[in-house]
């Protein structure tokens, strides 16, 4: 079976940085792009952050939302199948239920998602 597994959400105030984690197994990891995503409340999910499986342990290359553009970095661990996303500078409007994505781009309709983690922003 294939699991995204997020971790890493929690409460925090303005300004404070958090790192979200996500744990893939069921997949042969380094064939798919991995994605961040979030939604919040009474809005469509959007896109955050995506990076490429590349050629070597960290990853090919990535493309950002440009709004978040740094602030957010995302990175993967290619060694143990892991992808995370360092928020820096966090905000109110950052409040969301963050999704980890593995999309297989050799066939597009192949497209897995983790039950998200909760990331709230608030003094």
């Known amino acids: 079976q294939v699991q995204l597994v997020e971790s890493g959400g929690a409460l925090v105030q303005p300004g404070e940085s958090l790192r979200l984690s996500c744990a893939a197994s069921g997949i042969f990891f380094t064939m798919f792009e991995m994605g961040w995503y979030r939604q919040a409340p009474g809005k469509q999910r959007e896109l955050v952050a995506t990076?490429?499986?590349?050629?070597?342990?960290?990853?090919?290359?990535?493309n950002y939302t440009d709004s978040l553009k740094g602030r957010f970095t995302i990175s993967r661990d290619n060694a143990k199948n892991t992808v995370h996303l360092q928020m820096n500078s966090l905000k109110p409007e950052d409040t969301a239920v963050y999704y980890c994505n593995a999309h297989y781009l050799i066939r597009p309709n192949v497209n897995y998602w983790g039950q998200g983690t909760q990331v709230t922003v608030s003094s």
């Open positions: 990076i490429r499986g590349g050629s070597t342990n960290y990853g090919g290359s990535t």
